[in-house]
């Protein structure tokens, strides 16, 4: 009898690792892009799998081209871009932390300040962007202190997550966090994920018809930095190297990085399965199994 029973565990525990999909492609390990940089945030990938990314105390937001490989400089004066998004119209997202703003820059580089203070106090730092497939786009306002301000104080006591509407209406969408920082949604708009880097915490939320986050609850205990989805509803978290969690916030797979920080990371590549990881001075792809989450 313990015989049998030994069997026909260990026959589940090998159909479930049959059914879960290898995540990593086969031999594929962190390649070193470049570390020519001062620290890397913010990754986001175009139409065509080409990723942008800033260079923050630089001040710039470079372009890594998904087909020749190659890296260059996109906008130099970017406003101390941080997190980066893509918007349908192929304008890129930027949480300006210069004067905590958030811009849209034109593929000629044009910039339209979307917002520029909220109920005339300025900003703590919009620092993540997510873009519902609706159009409201949700970002995270942290505070951290940049040696490149005047003032040293909040405005804004609370750190939070705002919601601007196509219409451009802004508006406070989810309160009760100490620091949120990175954000990523699925692709039918329905679910919200927000990491508390502070609290340590990530949390879901579900998100109602007209927007609001509601049904808030714990995803898991560990706070990240930036953060992104894969195809399988994979969530993928940052801070030391990449954790991977499965939609239920077990996790699944763990990517060491050679560096104290990993900051951000996002799907791009001419097939969405290049891994883009920014850590510190540097910058790493690693080839995947699975695309990112479609947008």
């Not at 949390?203 to 560990?222: C, H, P």
């Not at 916030?249 to 920014?278: M, S, Y």
Request: charged share 20%.
């Amino acid at each position: 009898m313990l015989k049998s029973i030994l069997a026909l565990t260990i026959a589940i525990l090998l159909s479930a690792c049959a059914g879960q999909k290898q995540l990593i492609k086969s031999g594929s390990t962190p390649r070193l892009l470049s570390d020519q940089f001062s620290f890397t945030e913010g990754p986001a990938a175009d139409a065509s799998g080409n990723v942008y990314f800033t260079d923050q105390p630089n001040d710039r937001i470079y372009k890594w081209d998904a087909a020749t490989d190659s890296l260059s400089v996109f906008m130099e004066g970017a406003g101390r871009a941080n997190g980066l998004y893509f918007d349908a119209s192929g304008n890129l997202l930027a949480a300006a932390d210069n004067k905590s703003e958030l811009w849209s820059i034109s593929p000629q580089k044009e910039v339209k300040v979307l917002v520029e203070n909220f109920e005339n106090k300025r900003l703590n730092g919009p620092n993540d962007i997510w873009i519902a497939p609706n159009g409201n786009l949700y970002f995270t306002d942290p505070f951290y202190k940049r040696p490149y301000w005047e003032h040293s104080e909040k405005e804004i006591e609370a750190e939070q997550v705002y919601l601007l509407t196509p219409a451009g209406d802004l508006r406070i969408a989810a309160t009760d966090f100490v620091k949120p920082n990175g954000i990523i949604g699925t692709p039918n708009g329905k679910t919200l994920y927000i990491a508390d880097i502070g609290a340590n915490k990530t949390y879901v939320f579900t998100i109602a018809e007209n927007g609001d986050l509601t049904n808030k609850r714990l995803f898991t205990e560990q706070g990240s930095d930036g953060m992104t989805l894969d195809s399988a509803g994979n969530v993928y978290l940052t801070g030391k190297g990449v954790t991977i969690y499965d939609p239920k916030g077990t996790q699944v797979e763990h990517i060491p990085i050679p560096k104290d920080w990993t900051a951000n990371v996002t799907f791009g590549g001419t097939d969405r399965k290049t891994l883009f990881i920014t850590a510190q001075q540097a910058v790493y792809l690693l080839e995947m199994n699975v695309q990112g989450a479609k947008r």
